[in-house]
């Protein structure tokens, strides 16, 4: 609401446009969502948040623009002349500059902004900081805080069936069920609330839906289980079928869900939106939900505090991160008090958690910009963009960064020095006596938006030119990147694994380790990754590659949305340097990754309307090509499975073709009796 004000004011007495700074893209279409009512008084807003190597010259018209920190990062580095117009910009969710992976792109660029749009207004938001003032005097800011709630938070902490709540009151939770979980959902739910339940792991969000349906079941109204049934259908339908859709829709129709990253985001916006209408009672979440979009609930529990950490196994989760679920209890106009709990399995338990978490304060924030795998993209950016022309420049710019006033600049600048030697030597910046040039390399490079060492890596094997590579070589190469995200490999996966490796070892473009090197293990994680890929552009049903390598769609989709990235940035680095045995290849890769088909399809999954699925049935019905669909009559086309009279109409319309009246209402009477029979079915 403060940020809102502000935004109106800005922009309705002239004083300039705003810019409002998110973490997610979910977060950013929610805030989308809640300020496209300000077109009413005729200020104008939009949502920025696709690919990072272009700049919508649109973006130029509208007066408040919502943006996910690295889309407003990547702008800036296509130096777009809007951005001098910003006068206001909102960082929501600052606490983040303690995150160590999405922090230090929100501290450089808070800090950018700050030395480029110095007479802007820069408002900080956050409802969990110990050192806020900290952070407003770097920002040049005045720090105000509020005690004031709209609905009022209780945290406590149950065993067995009782809670001991912060400020001494306890309750006693009743029932036949002994499960003190069970006990405090259907208590909740009885009073007409809702619960949601924040667990360490997917496995145990599932888990805890499944045990929670039966009991959450036998308290649904007859009206919402009619709703429900409809609800876990539509779940079947959004996106191909999986074991997960199908764990996922069982549990949506007894009233209970679960939400982790493995879902679609499809799958997890329709969760989000059946609970905000009260349709779903309970939703067992991982802490990602904490962290993104607005879904309180009357009751919060936090279920397990401890999660696992790669190389640091089982940890504690930060006081902050407590806060953050804690503070997802109490329904703002539904709710007069909100309860946020944790679960305690013994005794000393319970004590310790109300001394290290109800009755603590969240940790101080750190910045975590001095990391050498964040700065060097920050200072080839600095350069690139022209804030830094010179090594003092450059030493300057860091001595304006959340970092340098936390801990003073000289505790940092030898790494922003070697940064800097890093970019000369691979030729990203070029130093001409006292000047800092960026080369054409280090300027694409910083617009793809990709890590320095990853467009190294990528340039290097590009130079073997290698023509009549299969795409695995491609697909291994962008994943030994530092940008590419990898998956965990467990003992029975190393054997074949090491298998497939020795057998393939002279398709890869880049040296291998040897066994006994600390380096193989991870190597083996990039094999496995680059599989996955592979069985994504090889047509593999989503289920299979959900069960080969233990992940969920949404897993599927965030890893072919960073492969269909770097992919991009390795086309665009070969015609950069005149690598042209790459180029095409890269481009039909890219094209295969994005739409997960063999290359026999691409001419199908070109159509609007027509994605993998789809243009497979089509294909294996003789319709090969756009010529077969122009030729095609729409009446052969509804015969083909999973096409309907409208996706007829559309391929036609596309494909340069008609549909008659005639046509069009023979195909819609088809469709009718086509229904009536699997009804009847």
């Not at 990547?74 to 969710?93: F, G, K, M, N, Y």
């Not at 996922?248 to 009233?255: E, I, N, Q, Y």
């Not at 700065?375 to 090594?391: F, Q, W, Y």
Request: glycine share 6%.
């Amino acid at each position: 609401m403060v940020a809102e004000l502000c935004a109106i004011k800005h922009v309705l007495e002239g004083r300039g446009k705003a810019l409002y700074l998110v973490p997610l893209k979910a977060l950013a279409s929610e805030k989308y969502e809640e300020f496209k009512i300000l077109e009413d008084l005729g200020i104008r807003v939009a949502l920025s948040t696709g690919d990072f190597d272009t700049v919508d010259p649109s973006l130029a018209r509208y007066d408040l623009i919502i943006a996910t920190n690295e889309k407003a990062d990547s702008i800036i580095r296509h130096r777009p002349q809007w951005i001098e117009q910003v006068s206001l910009i909102v960082a929501d969710e600052v606490h983040l500059l303690g995150e160590a992976s999405r922090g230090p792109t929100l501290e450089a660029l808070l800090t950018t902004l700050m030395i480029t749009n110095p007479k802007a207004q820069f408002l900080a938001l956050s409802a969990t900081i110990k050192n806020a003032a900290e952070i407003a005097e770097w920002l040049g800011a005045s720090l105000v805080t509020s005690e004031w709630r709209p609905v009022p938070l209780k945290e406590g902490v149950c065993f067995r069936d009782s809670v001991i709540f912060k400020d001494g009151s306890v309750i006693r939770v009743d029932g036949p069920d002994k499960d003190p979980v069970t006990l405090l959902t259907v208590d909740v739910i009885k009073s007409g609330g809702q619960m949601l339940i924040f667990t360490g792991s997917r496995l145990s969000a599932v888990s805890l839906a499944r045990r929670l349906s039966e009991p959450v079941r036998r308290l649904l109204k007859r009206r919402d289980e009619r709703r429900l049934l409809e609800l876990s259908s539509t779940i079947l339908r959004l996106g191909e079928r999986t074991r997960i859709s199908e764990m996922l829709s069982r549990a949506v129709s007894h009233g209970v869900a679960f939400h982790h990253a493995g879902l679609t985001y499809e799958q997890r916006k329709a969760v989000e939106e059946a609970f905000r209408s009260f349709l779903i009672k309970c939703i067992c979440a991982t802490p990602t939900l904490a962290a993104g979009v607005n879904l309180p609930a009357r009751r919060v529990l936090i279920y397990e505090y401890r999660r696992f950490e790669p190389g640091y196994g089982q940890t504690n989760i930060p006081v902050l991160e407590e806060k953050q679920m804690a503070g997802r209890a109490g329904r703002p106009r539904y709710d007069k008090e909100g309860e946020a709990i944790l679960l305690a399995r013994s005794e000393s338990e319970r004590d310790f958690l109300l001394e290290e978490y109800v009755l603590s304060e969240p940790e101080k924030i750190w910045s975590k910009l001095g990391v050498a795998s964040s700065l060097r993209s920050h200072v080839l950016a600095t350069i690139t963009t022209g804030l830094a022309r010179s090594e003092e420049d450059l030493f300057d710019f860091f001595s304006r960064t959340f970092f340098a006033h936390q801990y003073g600049l000289h505790s940092f600048k030898k790494k922003v020095a070697e940064c800097l030697e890093m970019l000369t030597k691979e030729t990203l910046v070029e130093c001409q006596g006292r000047h800092l040039i960026p080369t054409r390399f280090g300027m694409r490079v910083a617009e793809l938006y990709i890590d320095p060492v990853s467009a190294v890596i990528i340039r290097d094997a590009l130079r073997l030119r290698r023509s009549g590579l299969p795409p695995i070589s491609y697909l291994t190469l962008i994943c030994h990147t530092p940008d590419m995200p990898k998956l965990y490999i467990r003992k029975r996966e190393m054997e074949p694994l090491v298998s497939f490796l020795e057998s393939n070892s002279d398709l890869f473009l880049f040296d291998l380790p040897d066994e006994d090197d600390p380096e193989y293990e991870s190597l083996l994680e990039e094999v496995k990754t680059a599989l996955l890929l592979k069985d994504w552009i090889e047509e593999s049903p989503e289920d299979s590659i959900v069960e080969r390598f233990d992940v969920g769609s949404g897993d599927i989709y965030s890893f072919v949305e960073s492969a269909r990235w770097l992919i991009h940035s390795a086309h665009e680095l070969a015609k950069l340097f005149g690598f042209t045995e790459s180029i095409t290849p890269l481009r039909n890769l890219y094209l295969r990754i994005e739409n997960g088909v063999k290359e026999e399809l691409l001419p199908l999954v070109s159509l609007r309307g027509v994605g993998r699925v789809r243009a497979r049935a089509l294909y294996s019905a003789g319709f090969k090509t756009l010529e077969d669909l122009r030729a095609a009559s729409p009446l052969d086309l509804i015969k083909v499975p999973q096409i309907g009279p409208e996706t007829a109409r559309l391929i036609k319309e596309q494909v340069g073709g008609t549909v008659s009246k005639e046509e069009w209402s023979l195909m819609r009477s088809k469709k009718t009796s086509k229904q009536l029979s699997i009804d009847e079915y």
